[in-house]
């Protein structure tokens, strides 16, 4: 079966001003983008509203996180409230991110109570897992994605997942330039979707998205689309270039 190519850009706290955030918008609503591959900008909380009135409607927009409660005196938590995002028209939230796990603490449980909130206020969910440099070294890559993975199987339902797509990010690969090697990628895609077929059922594993993040860029990211698990990519710092458009057609 075919899954749809998926790519998104993880724009973190970046861009600064305005004026760098209109260039980006710029050249993405000037490019050529493969119909093909759906494209998911995650902004800013500052910028959702006005990139999802700026963006053509073949980019879709994104929030970086969300709080699991549902409303209320939670001061601080602007448009991140999942039902607030879905009100106004945001489509999708990231999840799990690892710097929201090692900076911000979040267990993973606390993941997964965030994505079943997501998603029960009807947002996808762009769920991000995967092992440190010490975690990779003691061989512990599968056991480590696992857990993560699990403690979401625990809280969904098996019709719950094709609202998700699991981003694997080796954390070591965000943000270093040392991309995984193809081999590395197809390995824990493997084995990701191994684990959906044991834990939640076959056609769950065949029909969920299980995209690519680390370092991806317009040199490496033909490669890595060719790959059979590898359904598309999680970009953070190439999305805030020209190189995006490179990744969003890499499967052309
Ligand atoms: C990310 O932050 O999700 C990421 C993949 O970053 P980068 O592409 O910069 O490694």
Same mark, same amino acid.
């Given at each position: ?18 004026? !760098?955030?209109? #260039?980006? =918008? *710029?050249?993405?609503?000037? %490019?050529?983008?493969?119909?093909? @591959? ?101 061989? !512990?890559?599968? #056991?480590? =994605? *696992?857990?993560?993975?699990? %403690?979401?199987?625990?809280?969904? @339902? ?95």
């Amino acid at each position: 079966m075919s899954r749809q190519f998926f790519v998104g850009g993880n724009w973190k706290m970046n861009p600064v001003s305005r004026e !760098e955030k209109k #260039a980006l =918008v *710029n050249t993405l609503n000037s %490019a050529d983008l493969d119909p093909a @591959t759906e494209v998911v900008i995650a902004p800013p909380s500052l910028y959702i509203l006005p990139l999802k009135d700026t963006l053509k409607n073949n980019i879709q927009v994104s929030a970086q996180n969300c709080y699991e409660k549902p409303k209320g005196a939670f001061t601080g938590e602007i448009r991140r409230v999942a039902p607030q995002l879905a009100d106004a028209g945001i489509p999708y939230v990231i999840l799990g991110h690892s710097e929201r796990r090692k900076e911000f603490k979040e267990s993973d449980e606390l993941v997964a109570g965030k994505t079943k909130a997501a998603l029960e206020s009807k947002l996808k969910v762009i769920l991000c897992v995967g092992e440190d440099k010490d975690q990779r070294e003691a061989g !512990e890559t599968a #056991a480590v =994605v *696992n857990r993560q993975l699990q %403690a979401v199987v625990n809280v969904l @339902t098996p019709g719950d997942w094709s609202q998700i797509v699991i981003a694997y990010e080796p954390v070591w690969a965000i943000g270093t330039g040392i991309v995984a090697t193809p081999e590395q990628a197809q390995e824990a895609h493997a084995d990701i979707r191994a684990f959906l077929k044991r834990q939640v059922s076959p056609e769950v594993a065949e029909k969920t998205r299980i995209i690519y993040g680390g370092s991806v860029s317009a040199n490496n990211c033909n490669n890595l689309a060719t790959l059979p698990d590898v359904d598309g990519f999680l970009v953070g710092g190439a999305s805030l270039t020209a190189q995006f458009v490179d990744i969003i057609n890499s499967k052309r």
